[in-house]
């Protein structure tokens, strides 16, 4: 009962036998899950466990990710607009975790990472087909990264499918203009499957709404939301290039990239709601 004895008392309806109950273990999985660590360097160097679990974490926080954003896609695509707040408010939450989780990888210093750097061999981040499909979801359609995925045919049909569908944003566009407000054809007909490109003729009903917001609460919303999403991306990036930086300084990927040097930089130059930042520059003119 008392904390006197340096215990705490188990109580006694506390459930201890799992032999024909379901317990915590069995209901997560942790035996696959527990085993799926797997260094390869030898003698097993320290840090590899490190590297691992942060990439496995990443990958389980991606999977949730592109889970909640395509729910989100789904809701503004039956114009559940709350709906779709709530799933990207979670998102948003991710994606805080996942830049966070850049300071434990950040403990790793260049020189532990050079002494099992060659055990990676050609795999690298590049090859994750969550993240691309993420990125596909938010409007970064490349059809280039589907030739990564060619030896794996589930991990390629999901990106092909993604690749196929419009983005959150194109959704984003036919809702707006369900709900009566008057978007371009070229915003509604885009080929979806195309890279995002910057239209031009949005942008006067995207300052119009942020001109106005009283009249517009939930395009307002909706905006920034997106805003929101892109930037908390942005940062992943960011801290994504400055561990590389930090690592490998400006040494060649694994995955034959210039990496630091020039790849992972200009990936900071892509935007998935240009409009929303262009508008800004307008606003008030
Ligand atoms: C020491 C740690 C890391 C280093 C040195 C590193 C380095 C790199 C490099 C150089 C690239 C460019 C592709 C290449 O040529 O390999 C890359 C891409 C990538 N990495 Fe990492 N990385 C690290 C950790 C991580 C972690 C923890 C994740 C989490 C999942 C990750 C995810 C990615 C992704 C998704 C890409 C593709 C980015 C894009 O297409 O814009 N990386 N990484
Ligand atoms: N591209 C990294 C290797 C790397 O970071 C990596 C290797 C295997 C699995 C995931 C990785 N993470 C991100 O790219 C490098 O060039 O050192």
């Known amino acids: 009962m008392s904390a006197t004895d340096g215990t705490r008392k188990i109580e006694d309806d506390v459930v201890t ?3 024909e109950k379901m317990s915590y273990g069995a209901y997560l999985g942790l ?3 527990l085993d799926s660590q797997h260094p390869v360097s030898e003698p097993e160097h320290h840090d590899e466990l490190l590297f691992i679990i942060q990439h496995q974490t990443s990958e389980l926080w991606l999977k ?3 889970h909640e954003i395509r729910a989100a896609r789904a809701a503004i695509a039956a114009d559940d607009i709350r709906v779709a707040f709530k799933r990207i408010a979670r998102v948003k939450h991710i994606q805080a975790t996942l830049t966070e989780q850049w300071s434990v990888l950040a403990t790793l210093t260049p020189a532990e990472y050079a002494e099992f750097r060659g055990v990676l061999g050609n795999s690298s981040g590049f090859q994750s087909y969550q993240y691309r499909a993420v990125e596909f979801v938010l409007g970064n359609k490349n ?3 589907l030739k990564v995925f060619e030896s794996d045919p589930s991990a390629h ?3 092909e499918t993604l690749l196929g569908e419009p983005t959150l944003y194109d959704e984003f566009w036919r809702y707006l203009y369900r709900q009566g407000y008057d978007v371009p054809a070229s915003a509604l007909e885009r080929d979806v499957s195309a890279p995002y490109v910057r239209n031009d003729e949005l942008i006067p009903l995207v300052k119009a709404i942020y ?3 009283e009249q517009h609460w939930t395009a307002y919303e909706a905006f920034e939301e997106l805003v929101d999403l ?5 940062l992943w990036r960011f801290r994504h290039l400055r561990t590389v930086l930090r690592v490998i ?4 990927g694994t995955g034959g990239s210039s990496g630091g040097a020039g790849f992972l930089q200009r990936a900071l130059e892509l935007s998935f709601f240009p409009e929303l930042f262009a508008a800004r520059t307008e606003i008030g003119t």
């Open 143 to 145: 059809a280039g990264m």
């Open 31 to 33: 035996d696959t899950l």
């Open 64 to 66: 949730l990710f592109l």
């Open 157 to 159: 049909r999901l990106l």
């Open 211 to 213: 001109e106005n917001v």
């Open 17 to 19: 036998d799992f032999s």
């Open 249 to 252: 300084g400006m040494k060649k």
């Open 230 to 234: 892109e930037e908390s991306f942005q």
